[in-house]
């Protein structure tokens, strides 16, 4: 049991739009930052958020974050079929005084 | 290049020991915390904890400690990770990754992984 939740899977047609949520409590996203990361199968893991909403160099602007209380949302605009991979939320969690991630959720492209 | 290049595949016996290693260039490693994160099959990413080699100043999950132990030797760049009893659920593929500690903290470079299998 993961300390942030997430959905197992969400899908969309190619160009739609998808969201991804992350539940989390005041131990964590309530108070500290939110990061996203997105996973190919068989490949290392890939910094797309941080600090809720910024994207790191080369990241492009499809891909946002925003957080509300004790919630965060990855958004996917115009979805492509590269975009298919499991995404993963993470923050610190004050209580455990170390890092925590979500489930992870796959993202298929329809 | 700034990256992170693990070490290879490794294959165990249980209740063997076990030190895996991250080498850090083209960034200042010391200057950095570095983490370790487990994915066993098929499951998904398990923060594991995380060292300042500058100091060695180390933090665990509290699933995991005293269960491995996070090491760095900063004057070849390199992080480990290492086990002293081995078990067949340590089965996983194990990534290494440059931290940023802050509010939050993240993840923003990332070893290709280091597949563990112990196994009988």
């Known amino acids: 049991q993961s300390v942030l939740t997430q959905p197992p899977s969400v899908s969309a047609a190619p160009g739609q739009k998808v969201t991804i949520s992350c539940s989390g409590s005041s131990s964590n996203i309530g108070n500290n930052f939110v990061s996203?990361?997105?996973?190919?199968?068989?490949?290392?893991?890939?910094?797309?958020?941080?600090?809720?909403?910024?994207?790191?160099?080369?990241?492009?602007?499809?891909?946002?974050?925003?957080?509300?209380?004790?919630?965060?949302?990855?958004?996917?605009?115009?979805?492509?079929?590269?975009?298919?991979a499991d995404y993963y939320c993470g923050a610190w969690d004050n209580s455990l005084s170390a890092g925590v991630f979500g489930g992870g959720t796959k993202v298929s492209v329809l | 290049e700034v990256q992170l290049v693990q070490s290879g595949a490794e294959v165990k016996k249980p209740g063997e020991s076990l030190k895996i290693s991250c080498k850090g260039s083209g960034y200042?490693?010391?200057?950095?915390?570095?983490?370790?994160?487990?994915?066993?099959?098929?499951k998904g990413l398990e923060w594991m904890g995380i060292i300042y080699p500058g100091d060695s100043d180390t933090r665990y999950s509290p699933s995991f400690q005293g269960q491995v132990t996070i090491s760095a030797d900063k004057s070849i760049t390199t992080a480990y990770l290492q086990w002293s009893g081995l078990q067949a659920s340590d089965t996983a593929m194990y990534y290494c990754a440059r931290h940023r500690l802050g509010r939050g903290g993240y993840f923003d470079l990332w070893g290709q992984g280091t597949l563990v299998t112990v196994s009988s």
């Open chain 1, 36 to 84: 996203w990361y997105h996973q190919v199968p068989g490949t290392a893991p890939k910094l797309l958020i941080y600090e809720d909403n910024k994207r790191p160099s080369g990241i492009p602007d499809r891909f946002s974050g925003s957080k509300s209380g004790t919630s965060a949302t990855l958004g996917i605009t115009g979805l492509q079929t590269g975009d298919e």
């Open chain 2, 28 to 42: 200042s490693f010391s200057t950095y915390w570095i983490g370790w994160v487990r994915q066993m099959p098929g």
